[in-house]
């Protein structure tokens, strides 16, 4: 029978933007005169949705607005979300860093929280002595920490400093043993930031195995990361977060989904050339814009394993036969591939005026990277310059593809191969 652990309705964090964040004197004597006269905080009226790129007379910004959810015993939440859309702010909230201005947080047992790097220790202190002051604010008794203290420093791998100040590690180091002390001791919930993204790679694995192990055991966990590949294969629920407010919540695969076709994610899929003055050629022949497509959807956003679609529109002013070449660069400035339509033994006739070309590659089988294109165009003969737009366009390969399991670091590789596995029996 399923338990709720934790129940979030209707939470919302208003805040005044300025030097001053908490407020001003006459501010806070009207609100204290509204609310004698049970009336509503005249300031709540006048706050806006936070979008951070937009400007407004408002002093006033909601955080966070309306925000509600429901998380079972044992249940994996990932919230996911640009910066500034509220994710750190509900952290600080549920974690009682921070008091909602609307709203409520009900929470059945004890929770254990790392939201910044040295979050609950104190830099004099050693680390031996942090690992007793943070369980004794999560409410552990002496026994019960020094239980764990062994399974802590191991998993911490700091053992040779832990009777060092804190204030002589590395942000790294911190990290490590404020993780290992917030996931071995017995708190119901865990709730972990991307602060993880400042540990190694060897770290980061360790630590989603060990969220999952604490999963497994009916503890919850909440985590906030920007990394989709994590998220996907740690989390069962998403939270999706945009300007303060909650826009989905349910199942991680559809969360995801939502995530990477919103407006904010899915951009510049769409280029026009008209005004690009930086080409070399003749320009007999023109490109004039770009369309990326992928499952019929306009986005430049892509998994391991999509299929990307180019529409490409180009302009002759004279009937001349040309080729048309697409070049790929990683984030290296490495060249992948210098593919023309040749190779693919298509050839175009010539024209004057205006045509569009489809362009559908195969499953794009490569990391998670951003990557450039610069377009060609040219006699097929002597191979000259009629019209080249270099790095003109991009697209990325993001985390979370349904076919890679696995945290992926920048220096995994360029491409993605799932070779045929087979073991020979070769006992005779």
Not at 34 to 62: A, C, F, M
Not at 166 to 175: F, Q
Not at 218 to 247: A, Y
Not at 258 to 285: C, M, P, W
Request: aromatic residues 8%; proline residues 2%.
């Amino acid at each position: 029978m399923s338990e709720t652990v934790l129940e979030v309705d209707k939470l919302s964090k208003q805040y005044r933007l300025g030097q001053v964040g908490t407020g001003t004197i006459s501010h806070d004597l009207n609100r204290f005169w509204h609310k004698i006269r049970g009336k509503e905080d005249p300031y709540l009226k006048v706050s806006e949705t936070n979008i951070r790129s937009q400007d407004s007379d408002s002093k006033y910004v909601w955080a966070l607005k309306d925000v509600g959810f429901k998380l079972e015993k044992g249940e994996v939440l990932g919230v996911i979300g640009k910066n500034g859309a509220g994710k750190s702010t509900l952290l600080k909230m549920l974690s009682r860093i921070t008091s909602p201005t609307e709203g409520s947080i009900k929470i059945k047992g004890r929770m254990s929280a790392l939201l910044e790097v040295g979050t609950g220790f104190h830099l004099e202190l050693t680390g031996r002595e942090n690992i007793f002051l943070n369980g004794a604010i999560l409410g552990m008794t002496k026994k019960e920490i020094s239980s764990k203290l062994d399974e802590i420093v191991e998993f911490s791998g700091c053992s040779r400093y832990l009777d060092t100040p804190v204030k002589r590690y590395s942000s790294g180091m911190i990290v490590r043993l404020g993780f290992a002390v917030a996931a071995h001791l017995e708190s119901e919930i865990l709730i972990v930031d991307e602060v993880l993204a400042v540990g190694d790679q060897e770290f980061q694995n360790k630590s989603i195995g060990k969220m999952q192990d604490i999963s497994r055991t009916g503890r919850t966990v909440i985590f906030v990361s920007h990394n989709l590949n994590s998220i996907k294969s740690l989390c069962t629920k998403g939270l999706l977060i945009e300007n303060g407010k909650s826009v989905f919540f349910g199942d991680i695969d559809t969360t995801i989904s939502k995530y990477l076709s919103s407006g904010d994610v899915a951009e510049h899929h769409s280029i026009n050339f008209s005004t690009n003055t930086d080409r070399i050629g003749s320009g007999q022949i023109k490109f004039e814009s770009i369309e990326m497509f992928t499952n019929n959807k306009p986005t430049n956003k892509l998994f391991t394993g999509d299929k990307l679609k180019l529409k490409i529109k180009i302009k002759s002013v004279i009937d001349i036969r040309f080729k048309i070449a697409i070049q790929i660069y990683n984030s290296s400035e490495i060249r992948l591939t210098n593919i023309t339509n040749m190779d693919s033994k298509f050839s175009f006739d010539p024209f004057t005026g205006k045509k569009t070309i489809d362009v559908e590659f195969d499953p794009m089988m490569l990391y998670t990277d951003t990557y450039r294109i610069s377009l060609w165009i040219g006699d097929p003969a002597t191979n000259e310059h009629i019209d080249y737009l270099k790095h003109c366009c991009e697209f990325e390969i993001v985390e979370g593809s349904p076919i890679i399991n696995r945290a992926l670091s920048k220096s995994t590789g360029i491409f993605f191969m799932q070779p045929k596995w087979t073991v020979l029996n070769t006992n005779k």
